[in-house]
C-alpha cells in the first residue's frame, strides 16, 4: 500500500510539474487586451517573448505559477545618443541592480511616435516633440526588478532638469525640458504597454544574473 501511494504521489507531482512548465513556457502574458488596442494595430505584442522565472519545484507546485517581474520601458532619447551618453545611463541601471532583458538601437517611425506620446497629442508642442525623436536615433531598453518602474524615475530625475536633483541622469546631463535626455515609464502599466509598441514580436530575453543572490533575499 505505501509503494503504490508513494507512486501515486510521484505521477500526481509528474503530471503537475509539466502543466507548470507548459505554462510557465507560454508566450508573452499581455497587457490587458483593452489597454493594447491601440497597439495591436502596430506591433504583435502578444507574441512578446516571457521573462518568466524556471517553474517551481514539484513541492510547490501547487503554488501560484510565477511570471515575469515588473518591467519598465526606458528610451535614451536622440540628444542623448547624439551626446555619448548611451553607456553611462546604462551603467546607472546596472549598478542599481536591476536586470536589462532588452535593448536596441532603433530609428523611430511617426506611428510609433505619435502613438507614445497620445497622451500629450493636444497638447501645442506635440509636434515639435514627435519631430525630436525621429530626429536621429533612440535606445529601446527593457528593465526589470522589484519596484523598476518608481526607482528608474527617480534615477531619470524630475522631467524639468532645473527641478532634477544632482545625481539623476537629468540633473547631471540636461537643463532643458525638450533636451532632456531620457524617457522611462511614469506606470506599470505603461512599462507594459511600451515595452510592447516599441519591442514588438522582437520580445525580450529570459535570463538570471548571478549576482541575483546578493541583490535580493
Not at 10 to 21: D, E, K, P
Not at 63 to 83: C, L, T
Not at 90 to 109: A, M, N, W
Not at 115 to 128: I, N, Q, R, V
Request: hydrophobic content about 45%; glycine content about 8%; proline content about 6%.
Amino acid at each position: 500500500m505505501a509503494c503504490a501511494a508513494a507512486a501515486a504521489v510521484a505521477g500526481t507531482c509528474r503530471a503537475t510539474r509539466t502543466r507548470t512548465s507548459q505554462r510557465a513556457a507560454a508566450a508573452f502574458v499581455p497587457a490587458p487586451a483593452k489597454r493594447l488596442a491601440s497597439v495591436a494595430a502596430i506591433s504583435a505584442a502578444a507574441s512578446l517573448a516571457p521573462a518568466t522565472r524556471c517553474a517551481p519545484r514539484c513541492a510547490a507546485a501547487a503554488g501560484p505559477v510565477s511570471v515575469r517581474a515588473e518591467i519598465s520601458y526606458v528610451m535614451i532619447k536622440p540628444d542623448g545618443v547624439q551626446r555619448g551618453l548611451v553607456g553611462e545611463i546604462i551603467s546607472r541601471f546596472e549598478r542599481k541592480g536591476f536586470k536589462l532583458v532588452g535593448l536596441k538601437l532603433f530609428q523611430c517611425t511617426r506611428e510609433i511616435a505619435e502613438e507614445h506620446y497620445k497622451d500629450l497629442s493636444s497638447k501645442p508642442f506635440f509636434p515639435a516633440l514627435v519631430e525630436y525623436i525621429l530626429s536621429g536615433p533612440v535606445v529601446c531598453m527593457v528593465w526589470e526588478g522589484e519596484g523598476v518602474v518608481k526607482s528608474a524615475r527617480k534615477l531619470i530625475g524630475a522631467t524639468n532638469p532645473l527641478e532634477s536633483e544632482p545625481g539623476t541622469i537629468r540633473g547631471d546631463f540636461a537643463v532643458q525640458v525638450g533636451r532632456n535626455v531620457v524617457h522611462g515609464s511614469d506606470s506599470v502599466e505603461n512599462g507594459e504597454r511600451e515595452t510592447a509598441l516599441w519591442f514588438g514580436k522582437d520580445g525580450l530575453v529570459a535570463w538570471e544574473p548571478t549576482i541575483t543572490p546578493w541583490l535580493i533575499e
